[in-house]
Structure formats: structure tokens, C-alpha cells
Nanobody
Framework: VQLQASGGGLVQAGGSLRLSCAASGRTFSSYDMGWFRQPPGKEREFVAAISRGGGNTDYAASVKGRFTLSRDNAKNTVYLQMNSLKPEDTAVYYC????????????????????WGQGTLVTVSS
């Protein structure tokens, strides 16, 4: 499956953005989906994950209550709604697909995902 992330940009602190990740192929609904981010000079970190059917989600503590992950399997797209953005949310955001559900460790693990999008930059100004 090929993934294309979009929706990044420059926003002021407290603002909102919605990232999208469009997948090609007919097997999108077979994959759990995740979002990761890589702040400047830091390692890639887990943001959120959603199960293949969309019924279960998991969030990093740093974004819980501010970010919402959803998916539309009919449109082969996953969405990350980001509200109350903070400067520390500045990063390149990546979407990923894999078979990870059932283990919190796998859901949050960079190495657990098989396919990655190219990344979209989110910059939050103070």
C-alpha cells in the first residue's frame, strides 16, 4: 500500500490543523494505521493509532484530549484532527500502516509498521 500524507502547514499556538493520509490499493481496511512525528533534531515518536475497523484508538499522553484520529475505509483515508496546538507539536508528521493492534507496544512502535507516507510538516508558532 502507498501512503500520501497532507494537510501540514504553519499555525499559531492554540490553532487547529487536520492531517490526511490517503492510501492506494484495495487493502486499506486490512491495516491498522498510525501517525508518528519527528521534531527537529529528535527521534520519531508515536502520536496515535487506529484499528483497521476504526473502532479502537490509542494516543500518546502528550496529545490525548487534543488530537483525534479517525478513518474512512470507503475513501481509503485516515484523518488526524489536531486542536489546541502547541509549539512543541512542531514536527514532520508521518502516517504508517501495519498489523499492530492488540499490543500497546506494537501500536506505538516505529518498527511495527510496514508502510510509511512521505511526511508533512507542521509548524506551530508561539
Amino acid at each position: 500500500v502507498q501512503l500520501q500524507a497532507s494537510g501540514g502547514g504553519l499555525v499559531q499556538a492554540g490553532g487547529s490543523l487536520r492531517l490526511s493520509c490517503a492510501a492506494s490499493g484495495r487493502t486499506f481496511s486490512s491495516y491498522d494505521m498510525g501517525w508518528f512525528r519527528q521534531p527537529p533534531g529528535k527521534e520519531r515518536e508515536f502520536v496515535a493509532a487506529i484499528s483497521r475497523g476504526g473502532g479502537n484508538t490509542d494516543y500518546a499522553a502528550s496529545v490525548k484530549g487534543r488530537f483525534t484520529l479517525s478513518r474512512d475505509n470507503a475513501k481509503n483515508t485516515v484523518y488526524l484532527q489536531m486542536n489546541s496546538l502547541k509549539p512543541e507539536d512542531t514536527a514532520v508528521y508521518y502516517c504508517a500502516a501495519g498489523t499492530v493492534w492488540g499490543s500497546l507496544r506494537r501500536q506505538a512502535g516505529v518498527r511495527s509498521y510496514d508502510y510509511w507516507g512521505q511526511g508533512t510538516l507542521v509548524t506551530v508558532s508561539s
